[in-house]
């Protein structure tokens, strides 16, 4: 899982969302290809998963099997348009699992907020070739044994052993989307955590869903046979925390080991089952976890030893006095004991290359090569060979994979590829072009219309994105001038002044004039003049 999330209590939101309507539904699958792609269709990685060779990429399916080189996207109807995002991928040999949603601006208490939604799921077991869609409500008519990923508006009641627990059924999908995903080959069983929709499981390739049963907040350790009964959902957050509140049912993580034990992160703790999710315990701050949300879940396989498993804590709702941060646990004896580290670092992801371990973090990529004992921090992804595409500084690191072709590591600001342990790079980026020619069927061509030049982003804020990028295409080389005017048509920026090659090109400003000073926010006009012609355009700045 590597993204953020909005947290608000279920009473609150059955209040403002209730169309069960508004989910995804289901679309017919014919044979699909891997359709050729100018490159990765979306700067901001945020999941990264490498199998036989491939590198799959988030948020919209890129696919690469030779390094980078050339790059592919998966031909699916549910991406078609990019109306769906990639949460969370799985791969497993031939099996590939994706779960998908999209965020949706709400006013929920008089402000806006994005929403995530969950959109059903993607499944291939031909690694890739063709596609089958799950969508998140269950078919009305044409199959009536399908369960959706969503529960029934009477699905109230729950058999855990012997007591039949209250439960809230969720039947909308905003707020349920699948966070994570983990396929178990060894049982041909999916696992996903989809926030309020707690951990799910299904044995028949996502026809049919089973709701697993977690300890509450004030239950470390939960069996069938103890006969407990509780409430089976999210409490209002108004309750207070030292009371039964729900906090361990909403999931954002899940992973199963090569052990076979499935491991659950919530905003409760980190939770393990030695059965196949029937038992489980709990481990949270009171285990020297930094904090009890637990973002993600990864495995670190070592020969002959049982694996370590990592995980990334942020801090959640914790009784009042309990210290509560952002970090990193690990235990390396399946859960007998955790050890803390990276104390106050926001982390998203990990990867790890034999004992070289990989941290994915708001502030870089954190790299360990003494076991996490001591880590080093890389915060410049700059690619000397590509001089017009500048890494725009202080970018969060979303997602790490390590692959048989080199270290990858997914920004919000590109992707980025190291055969070296991270001390050179190689940078690839989303590159809208100046016309829709060339570009994958499920770009809509009408978001990539045709113009003489343009920038990005825009609005542009110079204290959050650092960089704004002016885009223009040169027939073949050329004395190239930019510059930058004001409202009033002052100039206040030469940006460059050089002879350049052909082909489309790229230059980068900061936000501030030829004195080095930050502008104030308002209307600016560039020109980009190239021998006889000018293209002019205009940037909003707003900080």
Do not use: C
Not at 68 to 96: F, H, P
Not at 348 to 369: K, N, T
């Amino acid at each position: 899982m590597k993204r953020i999330a909005y947290t608000i209590g279920l009473v609150l939101l059955l209040g403002l969302l209730s169309d069960r309507s508004a989910g995804a539904q289901s679309e017919p699958m014919g044979v699909q290809d891997l359709l050729p792609s100018p490159g990765i269709l979306l700067n901001s990685i945020t999941n990264l998963h490498a199998e036989n060779g491939a590198l799959w990429v988030g948020p919209f399916l890129n696919v690469t099997l030779d390094g980078g080189a050339t790059w592919k996207v998966a031909d699916a109807d549910s991406l078609q348009g990019m109306r769906n995002r990639v949460y969370s991928i799985d791969v497993e040999g031939d099996v590939i699992w994706v779960g998908l949603g999209i965020a949706e601006q709400r006013v929920i208490d008089g402000s806006t907020k994005d929403v995530d939604i969950a959109h059903g799921f993607l499944v291939s077991r031909d690694g890739g070739a063709t596609w089958d869609y799950r969508p998140v409500l269950a078919p009305v008519d044409n199959d009536p044994l399908t369960t959706g990923f969503l529960d029934l508006p009477d699905d109230t009641l729950i058999t855990y052993g012997g007591v039949e627990l209250r439960t809230l059924a969720i039947t909308i999908p905003e707020l349920s989307p699948p966070w994570d995903i983990a396929y178990d080959a060894a049982n041909d069983q999916v696992w996903t955590a989809g926030q309020l929709n707690g951990i799910r499981t299904s044995a028949d390739g996502g026809r049919t869903w089973s709701r697993i049963v977690l300890p509450p907040d004030t239950t470390r350790y939960l069996s069938p046979e103890l006969g407990y009964d509780f409430p089976f959902y999210v409490q209002p957050v108004n309750v207070s925390i030292d009371q039964f509140q729900g906090l361990n049912f909403q999931a954002y993580s899940v992973l199963v080991d090569e052990a076979g034990r499935v491991w659950a992160g919530t905003v409760g703790g980190l939770n393990r089952s030695l059965d196949r999710g029937l038992s489980w315990t709990r481990y949270d701050v009171s285990d020297g976890f930094t904090g009890n949300w637990v973002i993600s879940i990864e495995e670190q396989r070592r020969v002959g030893r049982d694996p370590a498993i990592w995980a990334a804590t942020w801090p959640g709702r914790i009784r009042e006095g309990t210290p509560s941060r952002h970090g990193v646990v690990v235990t390396r004896d399946g859960g007998d004991s955790f050890e803390a580290m990276l104390s106050g670092e926001k982390v998203w992801d990990f990867a790890f290359d034999g004992p070289r371990i990989y941290a994915a973090g708001e502030h870089g990529l954190f790299v360990s090569e003494d076991d996490g004992q001591t880590f080093r921090t890389i915060r410049d992804f700059h690619d000397p060979t590509q001089p017009d595409h500048t890494f725009r500084p202080g970018s969060p690191v979303y997602s790490v994979e390590v692959a048989e072709s080199g270290l990858w590591v997914g920004t919000s600001d590109g992707l980025f590829k190291s055969t070296d342990g991270g001390f050179t790079w190689r940078a690839f980026r989303a590159l809208v072009p100046l016309s829709p020619q060339g570009l994958p069927k499920l770009v809509p061509p009408e978001r990539v219309p045709t113009v003489d030049t343009y920038a990005y982003p825009n609005p542009f804020s110079p204290s959050s994105d650092r960089l704004v990028r002016i885009r223009y295409k040169l027939e073949g080389n050329a004395a190239v001038t930019i510059h930058i005017f004001d409202f009033a048509m002052n100039l206040i920026r030469d940006l460059t002044d050089e002879q350049q090659f052909g082909g489309e090109r790229e230059v980068s400003w900061d936000g501030t004039d030829d004195r080095g000073t930050r502008i104030a926010n308002g209307t600016y006009f560039y020109h980009v003049q190239v021998e006889s012609r000018t293209f002019w355009g205009k940037i909003l700045i707003v900080d």
